[in-house]
């Protein structure tokens, strides 16, 4: 049953999904959230994924270049008219979609959308600004990157080798430099379409019939282009890779097995199971009295400066794992205890883990922002055509019981092997071997 402060939000959250198709095959949804202001999102069906080796990158360059302004709004000119709006605009861009951001004063929302449209299907890509543009991604790439960012590229990169999934979204620097105006014409020509762009909005004044009709007047003349073919699943891979640097003052790792995408029925058991799992930063005030039974561990002998269990999505497949830092004598220790922690889901749960799980995660999803709704909201529809809300997969997690919940993390995890990522002072980081030997008991 949900915890009483959360029935308000649930009910809040509740059958506010809306989602219609236009005559183009545009996908229109929306959700009422709280919010002061609305948020209106582009979703393009489309990023490193859909990459060749010769054009990885493209995506990225293509999304940041929009924002440089259109044939019809130069840079300035649309600097100074979001600004007089007291609105802004952002763009991002990753492994499977691009997505174009407006968020004002619901009375704007039709200018938005104007806005939105004119720089989606109308992109200047002038000369220079791909030049400067290509320039600044060759800079960003050749520059020192923050060991997150490391870890997380070289899992996935491991995890999904030989695959499309593989690629870094912001590409490689052969790649990049090879790019020209005509290749990113030629690309938002056939992946700009309608039958690959979902339109989202979220807030508190969302009119779902009123917000199509606008969405009608600005991307009604969008051709319907073709829809995106089956995408090859991406195998996972066991593997790992090493980046050893002595100079760094903590080891950065992460560990990983398959998971399944958010449409998976184990999904909601997946993620309770991974909030069993819980975090750690010895930065919080609180950070001896966690719930986590491995925090507690970690805390009491200091062995790590922070960790988390990750759950990372993708249409078709996921990585769930746990990411952590710890100094170089503590990260064999920690990795130990964070893999018994892992066969403790599949053998020893408890009633009382499940609990307090459930009102971790129960609270978190109550408390997600209508930011980040509107990037679920654009991801689920591209991925499944489908909108499902927080509340249905809160009603699903608060279902679970501990045997669901073993069962899913025995499929998932036991006797698995795993993707593995490390990076800086890792001489005591564990042989694969021992890794993947301890990803099983011997029981009788």
């Known amino acids: 049953a949900f915890p009483p402060y959360f029935k308000m939000a649930a009910a809040a959250l509740r059958n506010t999904h809306k989602l219609t198709a236009l005559s183009n095959g545009l996908r229109v949804v929306t959700a009422k959230v709280p919010s002061a202001v609305t ?8 990023g490193s994924r859909s990459e060749t080796a010769q054009t990885n990158g493209i995506s990225a360059l293509a999304e940041r270049l929009v924002l440089k302004g259109s044939t019809n709004r130069k840079q300035d000119k649309l600097e100074k008219e979001v600004a007089a709006l007291g609105a802004t605009l952002a763009s991002s861009s990753c492994t499977e979609k691009s997505s174009f ?16 449209s004119d720089l989606v299907a109308n992109p200047a890509f002038e000369a220079a600004a791909v030049e400067a543009e290509k320039k600044a ?16 590229h070289y899992l996935r990169a491991t995890a999904f080798q030989g695959t499309a999934l593989g690629q870094a979204p912001e590409g490689t620097s052969k790649a990049v430099q090879s790019l020209t105006r005509d290749d990113l014409l030629k690309h938002t020509a056939s992946n700009y379409v309608a039958s690959r762009i979902v339109v989202a909005a979220t807030g508190d004044d969302v009119d779902h019939d009123a917000f199509v009709r606008n969405v009608e007047a600005s ?21 790992e890779v090493r980046f050893r640097d002595d100079l760094m003052p903590h080891a950065h790792y992460a560990v990983a097995v398959e998971g399944v995408p958010t449409s998976h029925e184990d999904y909601p058991a997946l993620l309770l199971a991974s909030a069993v799992f819980g975090s750690f930063d010895h930065a919080h005030p609180s950070y001896k009295r966690l719930s986590s039974s491995l925090a507690q561990t970690t805390a009491e002998h200091g062995l790590a400066a922070k960790y988390t269990s990750f759950y990372k999505t993708y249409s078709d497949t996921a990585l769930w794992g746990f990411y952590g830092v710890s100094d170089s004598h503590s990260i064999e220790d920690f990795v130990y205890e964070a893999q018994q922690t892992w066969m403790h889901l599949c053998t020893s749960l408890n009633d009382a883990e499940i609990a307090r799980a459930k009102a971790n995660l129960l609270r978190s999803l109550a408390d997600t922002d209508a930011q980040t709704i509107l990037n679920q909201l654009g991801s689920s529809v591209l991925a499944t055509n489908s909108a499902p809300t927080l509340a249905g997969l809160a009603e699903r997690v608060a279902d679970l019981t501990v045997s669901d919940v073993k069962k899913a993390a025995n499929h998932y995890v036991y006797d698995k092997c795993p ?13 694969y071997n021992r890794l993947r030997g301890a990803m099983y008991w011997l029981r009788l």
């Open 39 to 46: 948020s209106v999102g582009v979703f393009v069906d489309g």
């Open 101 to 116: 951001v407006f968020r004002g004063q619901s009375k704007y929302t039709s200018k938005g959308l104007e806005i939105l």
């Open 137 to 152: 991604v060759l800079g960003e790439l050749n520059s020192k990157k923050n060991p997150t960012d490391v870890v997380n």
């Open 219 to 239: 991307f009604g003349k969008f051709k319907a282009g073709s829809a995106k073919g089956p995408v090859a699943r991406a195998g996972f891979t066991g593997s």
């Open 419 to 431: 993707a593995v990522s490390c990076y800086g002072p890792i001489e005591q980081f564990p042989d």
